[in-house]
């Protein structure tokens, strides 16, 4: 390794462009292809095809969650319809309910407002024949009273025999 961190040429050797290891062409290169060359080919070999293993179940992995996505987009999009339709049939009962109750009120305001009219008629009426009732009745009464009290004046009273007849009265109470 260099002392700005950069790797020497040695490494960069060692891979070649088909991914095969290869050594230095030095003694040392010729020796470590000897002695490791047959065991790095296989090792590369190996991580190759364990790369490409992998890579395809990546490759299988995004087109499973791709797949997943769409069929979660599908359902959110279905959910979403169907929650819009029922949202705009609830907004239609309470329009519709809001309008009935609406045409209800006005129904029952014009039968209070004729209730009313027909309530103060009678009350009127009543106030009248009321009222027609208590003078003949006054009438009657002080033309009662006059003859009445026209009586008393007229007749005698005895105030000894009243007298008795109130004692007599008392005594058979307090028995």
């Known amino acids: 390794m260099a002392e700005d961190g950069t790797t ?3 490494a960069e050797d060692n891979a070649t462009s088909n991914g095969m290891v290869a050594f230095a062409d030095d003694d040392l290169g010729r020796i470590q292809d000897l002695l490791l060359g047959q065991h790095a080919r296989r090792t590369a070999e190996r991580l190759d095809t364990l790369e490409q293993a992998l890579l395809g179940v990546i490759d299988d992995l995004r087109t499973e969650m791709r797949d997943e ?5 599908k359902k959110l999009t279905s959910e979403t319809k169907t929650r819009e339709k029922a949202l705009a049939n609830l907004g239609d009962r309470v329009t519709a309910d809001a309008q009935k109750n609406a045409e209800s009120m006005q129904a029952l305001k014009g039968e209070l407002d004729l209730t009313d009219n027909r309530v103060d008629a009678a009350v009127e009426s009543l106030s009248g024949n009321i009222s027609s009732i208590v003078a003949a009745a006054r009438s009657d009464l002080s033309t009662d009273i ?6 008393v004046y007229d007749s005698k009273v005895d105030r000894v025999a009243l007298a008795e007849l109130f004692q007599i009265t008392a005594a058979k109470l307090s028995e």
């Open 69 to 73: 996505f769409k069929a979660v987009d």
């Open 8 to 10: 020497t040429g040695v």
């Open 146 to 151: 006059d003859s009445l009290r026209d009586d």
